[in-house]
């Protein structure tokens, strides 16, 4: 539903804000006539020229008011106070601001483009922001800013009704999309398929805007119009198995956009002729009304990989028997899972995965990035977002981090990111002369991005005063910058430092969100040198202060939640944090902050994966989710399967009540759980073992009943380690409880079961054990957790934007290179000296040798204290920006210490006397904290 607020402005307040000439600008006519509006109940031309248009096919431009017809006398008073305002054209005439103009949209993140011509006035780009001060009430952090809407409007999109384009009228109901947009989608339902007469019906004709007062009794329909089921339950439980809502239409669409949870319990998972004549009309009504009454089981616009319609000009098959565009992407799919599944070398599917790259696809993903009107308006085709985040694998990284970019974070950001593009491609154009430069940048600038900065004390309270800023401002779109109470640092300096610290808090072991141990379990040496190693290495870098061991958690497999209990007291606590942890990452991304916080892969898996549903053919569930081969094999086949295994009729049929899966749902498994919690995974794996030796017992039909039970009786259950005595599973002594690794988590023990207490662990439960032992850990266990932080995820911008990516590349995205490495060739090549130092002056080649000699961590301290942050972005010093320069520190001498201006990464070094002084020199000062004149 478009809602805006109805206010009315004085003259000059429009001519400052919303009216520009534009009847100088002579190239590209045809796309000003888009953006051109005449506020007027007819054509606002002579009837000649009406006549003209007529007889040439064309519409004159209108936009038609439904409403009061009592506004002429306002908009003749409305006219005659500005017709005698002017204002100046970038050629310099004055003209009259009601030949012809363009209403400017207004961008809360943007402000007026810097003008560097003589005696303009420029905005300043920062401004400082106060916020609620740790234990303020939750009316405090009300964003000002926000209006109250007084009257709602219903807008339409009306088609001109010319041939090939049917006299329709298109309900504006998303508010994320844009006039364009809509525009768009009437331009491609017309008949004419060839390309130049789909551009002469976006420029030439004129489309009506047509809109009118929102009544409150449509609110309801409105909304339930703009949400992402298609047809709303009621029509559905009415028209269904008629001629308007076949059971063919219904499965199909159930299959393309619910996820497999909610398939298999609706069992509608197999072929669509079984389903349509298995099931009744009332079950497929009430599986929609769950579809559409919970968004978790349809959290995607579209599951599909294509979809019915689409924009690459692919046909899709209708005939079942023909393998469809969805099927061979299907296929490519689970080629590449399988190429990427671990298993042994000998079986390994052996593919590259630079091999499933489609260059045609790419470029034609980067040809749509390149059109500035669409990108700004928010109007990709359907098929960017589709392939990108269901078939990744066509496209190489760079170009869907390039897309994710300039599509994720909204319209703001995507102008600035047009803006950066267009200023790089000048930089590399010779330039005639300044004035020549001076008046091409301003052509193309429509504004620069706000930069909003925030004052926080270096104090115990930093945690605290972190939750504080993200919250209040998770949903502006402007860059976050902060700064120390007390010190002169400014900039990115400070801002780099802020979110290192507050990754080093969220790292602390008293929070009770991540998985750790107590007493850990005896391990390998080498393990254990390693923990202890890195464990000192990471408090030094995020704290910088002495702390008693075991007060930050690490673990060399990353930071998990961990399994709570959903009913538990502290759950609360933990949930806010995690929403916190949400909008801090989100934040980050949006502004690219590198952050060095050690997530686990299973972590980022949920990140990049947990808003991608099905693979979206025929009923196909998520095959990369499986927990093998053969099992990703049997889902398969099941779903290409006929009719064998749903010979269950309908009255045999029971209405499923287990609650909704989480929005995770499958995405992690047993491979998943031991790396996050090796010991719980290790004990379930033997587990299972004894399980499936106990299946091969009951189906050898060679074996007599009796023998059988006595077999199954005398399975053993070996050591964890492998050095103890094996033991019978009803000797453990278990009972269906979970028991946590530390007191941290305020709790002693769950029940997995309702009288889990009771209930003992044998051979014959032992498969129930498993699942709810698993299930608790990796699903029902840190469910109010993920659903915290994805809400505050989604407050920045929307995290299925992640699903473009895997783990490793989102890791690459929000951590950057987490072990920098580089060799003397890269200090030289990408390190800049100046004012003192030049490529070949000793000092400049000892700083290369003494970088070149550092150990990891002393690579981390040192980019930490020089860039801000303790990691490289993707590709290493190739491509940190700006590049670091060393420059020769004046007064000087053996004594001295570097020091550092991380906003520019402008390194001030002494130029000492042997290496060894100066690496000391260096060292030493990458432990000194704050931000003062140097």
Known sequence: ??????????????????????????????????????????????????????????????????????????????????????????????????????????????????????????????????????????????????????????????????????????????????????????VLSSTDNQKTDRLRRIWEPTYQLVYRELKDDESETM????????????????????????????????????????????????????????????????????????????????????????????????????????????????????????????????????????????????????????????????????????????????????????????????????????????????????????DDLHDYRVGRLKHERIKV??????????????????????????????EEGTGLGPTLEFYALVAGELQKKSLGMWICEDDLPEQSEQMNDDDEEDNTDTIEIFDRQSQPRGTYIHRTSGLFPAPLPQNHANIENVANIFHFLGSFLAKCIQDGRLVDLPLSDAFLKLMCMGCRNNTGVRGVGSLSRCDSLEELARDLIECLDTDDDFETKSDDFTMPQTPAAPWFDRLLSLDDLAHIDPYHAQFLRQLRCLSDKKCAILSDTGLSDDHKRYQIRNLVLEDVG????????????????????????????????????????NIDNVEMYIDLMLDFCINTGIRKQMDAFREGFNEVFSMSSLRCFNASELRLVLCGDQSPEWLKEDVKNYCEPKLGYTKESPGFLKFINVMASFSAEERKSFLQFATGCSSLPPGGLVNLNPRLTVVRKVDGNDSSFPSVNTCVHYLKLPDYSTESIMKDRIISATKERGFHLN
């Not at 009259?96 to 400017?104: F, G, I, R």
């Open 457 to 486: 004390p270096r104090s115990d309270q930093l945690f605290e005063w972190a939750v504080n800023a993200i919250r209040y401002h998770a949903r502006r779109k402007a860059v976050l910058e902060f700064e120390f109470n007390g």
């Open 722 to 761: 492998g050095h103890g005595m094996p033991c019978r599973l009803e000797d453990l002594g278990l009972n269906f409880q979970f028991y946590p690794s530390s007191k941290v988590y305020k709790y002693a023990s769950h029940d997995l079961k309702f009288g889990g207490e009771e209930e003992m662990l």
């Open 1 to 186: 539903m478009a809602e805006v607020q109805s206010q009315k402005r004085t003259a000059s307040e429009v001519e400052e804000s919303d009216v520009t000439s534009t009847n100088d600008v002579k190239t590209d006519e045809r796309k000003k006539k888009m953006l051109k509006t005449e506020e007027t109940t007819g054509n606002g031309k002579p009837e000649e020229e009406q006549e003209e248009s007529k007889e040439n096919g064309k519409a004159p431009v209108v936009v038609t008011t439904a409403g009061d017809d009592n506004d002429d006398d306002e908009e003749e008073e409305y006219d005659e106070a500005i017709n005698d305002e002017e204002y100046e054209c970038r050629n310099g005439r004055r003209r009259t601001w009601d030949d012809e103009y363009v209403l400017k949209r207004q961008f809360d993140a943007l402000i007026p483009a810097f003008d560097p011509r003589p005696g303009r006035t420029n905005v300043q780009q920062t401004t400082d922001i106060e916020i609620p001060s740790p234990g303020s009430p939750d009316t405090a952090f009300k964003d000002e800013s926000e209006q109250t809407l007084t009257t709602r409007l219903m807008i339409s999109l009306k088609a001109p009704g010319l041939p090939g384009l049917s006299d329709v009228e298109v309900k504006l109901t998303d508010p994320g999309s844009t006039v364009f947009s809509y525009l768009q989608r009437l």
């Open 223 to 438: 909304q339930s119009n703009s949400s992402t089921v298609r047809w709303p339950p009621a029509f559905v439980e009415r028209y269904l198995n008629t001629e308007k809502l076949s059971k063919t239409d219904l499965v199909n669409y159930l299959q393309f956009n619910a996820n497999r949870s909610f398939l298999q319990r609706w069992r509608l998972t197999g072929t669509v002729t079984s389903i349509c004549r298995n099931r009744s009309c009332s079950q497929l009504v009430a599986s929609y009304k769950e579809y559409a009454d919970n968004p978790t089981v349809h959290y995607c616009e579209t599951n599909k990989i294509l979809g019915a319609q689409n924009n690459v000009g692919l046909v899709l098959s209708t005939d079942s028997a023909i393998c469809s565009i969805d099927d061979i992407l299907c296929l490519l799919l689970i080629l590449h899972d399988i190429s990427n599944t671990p298993t042994d070398e000998e079986k390994k599917f052996n593919i590259l995965n630079d091999t499933f790259n489609s260059k045609k696809i790419t470029n034609k993903l980067i040809q749509q990035i390149q059109d500035p009107l669409v990108l700004a308006s928010n109007s990709l085709p359907e098929w960017c977002s589709i392939l990108s985040s269901k078939c990744p694998m066509l496209f190489p990284f760079d170009v869907r981090q390039v897309f994710f970019c300039c599509s994720a974070f909204g319209t703001s950001r995507a102008i600035s990111w047009l803006q950066e593009r267009l200023d790089a491609g000048q930089d590399k154009t010779p330039r005639s002369g300044a004035s020549s430069r001076r």
